[in-house]
Nanobody
Framework: QVQLVESGGGLVQPGGSPRLSCAAS????????MGWYRQAPEKRREVVAT???????NYADSVKGRFTISRDNAKNTVYLQMNSLKPEDTAVYYC?????????WGQGTQVTVSS
């Protein structure tokens, strides 16, 4: 089992640059890919960015060039640096970890982009 705890969300002005963090605990030794997903009201959950244990990253087209995912394996933590935020980035952001073929999710953190 893997537990994930996100932090760093909140109300942000357009153009802001918050950073989300997700700390993993439990059986972390076999975590492969970690990532961030988001779900806006009345929309499906979508992938934002992922990073493998080897450091290979992928981004959704909508966030390329604005968001950066990084991972500290020593701290079992994944980060999402978000820059140039837009109102359409408003969503609940969820951390995900793939562990031996199973997917684990954090509780989610709300990011609201508004002036």
């Amino acid at each position: 089992q893997v537990q994930l705890v996100e932090s760093g969300g909140g109300l942000v002005q357009p153009g802001g640059s918050p950073r989300l963090s997700c700390a993993a605990s439990g059986h972390v030794a076999h975590i492969n890919t970690m990532g961030w997903y988001r779900q806006a009201p009345e929309k499906r959950r979508e992938v934002v960015a992922t990073v493998t244990s080897g450091g290979i990253v992928n981004y959704a087209d909508s966030v390329k060039g604005r968001f950066t995912i990084s991972r500290d394996n020593a701290k079992n933590t994944v980060y999402l640096q978000m820059n140039s935020l837009k109102p359409e980035d408003t969503a609940v952001y969820y951390c995900n970890a793939e562990w031996l073929g199973y997917n684990f999710w954090g509780q989610g953190t709300q990011v609201t982009v508004s002036s």
